[in-house]
């Protein structure tokens, strides 16, 4: 057990010993370019966008190839309302398998901002390839947690307005067989209430009931007195 307690603190002294014997970036090969040479152009370009005016952005956005167009756009957004330039801040570079980033700060009075410079490496021709230029906000830890922890809870509150969406559809089918048994019973009361109608034909047969007691009558008035049966005249009958 010993051995093994002692092992494990043996990797992790080795492993913060590793850490800590970070490389030098200067010393770094970023696909043939040098990391000073990197840092010295990166200040160039934010002095040349610093210095340009709304003509030369104008200009720009007509007859720019698409780079320098986005770089352009994303400076002059970034930096409205910033207030004044208070010299460059920190400077990266990054190398991975296929990539180089480079990154330099500016600062201002209001908050900082991130010149970005992405290169791909060439395997044809050898060499480093710019493929995007940006500026970017710098946002500290809270403004990113706020941000992180907004976008949190619009997540969590369109997930459950959709639930309660879906919960009062489902409410709704419970509906769908009262509303039909409701539309059914509807359509059948009229025809219960036209059934009483069907005994209007029953009068003809009443009528010709009294036509024939009438004829009886008339024929044994007739007999009796000896008049003609045609000059009687029957106002009303009356049933008992």
């Known amino acids: 057990m010993k051995k093994k307690v002692s092992l494990i603190l043996c990797l992790v002294v080795m492993v913060l010993t590793m850490a800590a014997c970070g490389t030098d970036p200067a010393s770094v090969d970023y696909f043939g370019m040098k990391y000073e040479d990197m840092q010295l152009y990166m200040s160039q370009q934010v002095d040349a966008l610093s210095s340009l005016t709304e003509e030369d952005m104008a200009s720009i956005e007509l007859y720019g190839d698409e780079m320098t167009q986005k770089l352009v756009s994303t400076w002059k957004t970034s930096v409205e309302g910033l207030g004044e330039s208070q010299g460059l801040g920190e400077f990266t570079a990054t190398k991975t398998q296929k990539n180089v980033t480079v990154e330099q700060k500016v600062k201002f009075s209001g908050r900082e901002v991130v010149l970005s410079y992405v290169y791909a490496y060439n395997y044809e021709t ?115």
């Open 126 to 240: 050898k060499t480093a390839e710019l493929t995007d230029a940006s500026v970017d906000l710098v946002y500290t830890l809270g403004e990113k947690m706020q941000k992180a922890g907004l976008n949190t809870l619009m997540g969590m509150g369109t997930v459950f307005m959709v639930l309660i969406l879906i919960s009062l559809i489902i409410y709704c089918f419970k509906l769908i067989p009262y509303l039909q048994k409701r539309f059914a019973g509807s359509d059948t009361a009229p025809a219960a209430a036209a059934a009483p109608a069907a005994a209007v034909p029953a009068a003809p047969a009443q009528v010709s009931d009294d036509l024939e007691l009438v004829a009886v009558i008339s024929a044994a008035i007739a007999a009796s007195t000896g008049a003609s049966a045609d000059s009687f005249v029957v106002r009303s009958i009356h049933r008992r």
